[in-house]
């Protein structure tokens, strides 16, 4: 078994807004990772599998949220032993997702500049991690649901892209398009079509890019006045409490029977 906490790596100390670090919380993190290692270890010795999952994953995140990929992915990839152990397709999808995206941000860690151009693939320890996040998500693709593949597909998409195969990128994108056409989401094909647009400019067909962000763009004034609806919408009926005494209960029943149509 993995001991998440012998890595020999500190934690970074959380900071508050003027700098200053945060030893309360710094110390409660430690502490937790400690109860939860604990926790992980002594479950998995004593075949109580569902309660070392929800351990690891449990630690996975608080590693995620600190920013410590690496041990995430220890973390996250003894969550998914045990989901294959168990039979929980489900976990097995989260834990591929989650392994699959560390592995990218360590790849091409978090910037302003992003991505887009690609990766020193020329670095072994890039080429390993671009590698073993496109092994994932094609795992995941295997084993998701709808939405699921949708973000599969996504992420092979991004990974190829960092790898500057553009041409298996661009067919995972457009793979997630057509899944979220199928499944109606105004949302993802907003993501799929931009991620389009993206790989386009890569390859300076700007006349794509430009067609691909004004869909997004058309997208995102659908979900604007979706959202000036329901402000109206809310408005009328807090006029409609105060000018005609309707009790509240009856207006929040109007204001989710008309969401619920809508």
């Known amino acids: 078994l993995i001991d998440v906490t012998s890595k020999g790596k500190k934690l970074p100390a959380m900071k508050d807004s003027k700098g200053q670090v945060n030893m309360g919380h710094d110390a409660q993190i430690k502490t937790a990772i400690r109860d939860y290692s604990m926790l992980a270890f002594s479950s998995r010795r004593a075949g109580k599998r569902d309660v070392a999952a929800t351990a690891y994953v449990s630690l996975a995140v608080i590693h995620d949220n600190q920013s410590n990929y690496t041990l995430a992915i220890d973390c996250y ?25 560390n592995h990218m941000l360590l790849a091409s860690p978090p910037s302003d500049a992003g991505s887009l151009k690609g990766v020193d693939m020329s670095n072994n320890a890039t080429l390993v991690h671009i590698n073993k996040a496109i092994s994932m998500n094609a795992k995941h693709v295997e084993i998701a649901d709808g939405g699921g593949k949708f973000v599969a597909h996504t992420n092979l998409g991004l990974s190829y892209g960092m790898a500057g195969d553009i041409e298996k990128a661009s067919k995972h994108h457009q793979d997630a398009l057509r899944i979220a056409i199928k499944m109606q989401t105004l949302y993802g094909q907003s993501i799929a079509v931009g991620n389009l647009g993206l790989i386009a400019l890569t390859k300076s067909d700007y006349l794509t890019a430009k067609t691909c962000f004004e869909q997004v763009y058309c997208v995102c004034c659908v ?40």
């Not at 032993?81 to 995206?101: K, P, R, T």
């Open 77 to 101: 990839q003894q969550y998914y032993d045990i989901c294959v152990e168990c039979n929980d397709v489900m976990g097995q999808a989260v834990a591929l997702n989650n392994l699959s995206v």
């Open 223 to 262: 979900y604007y006045m979706y959202f000036v609806m329901i402000y109206v919408l809310f408005c009328d009926c807090v006029d409609m409490t105060c000018t005609h005494n309707i009790p509240y209960s009856h207006v929040a029943f109007i204001i989710f029977y008309i969401l619920y149509i809508i």
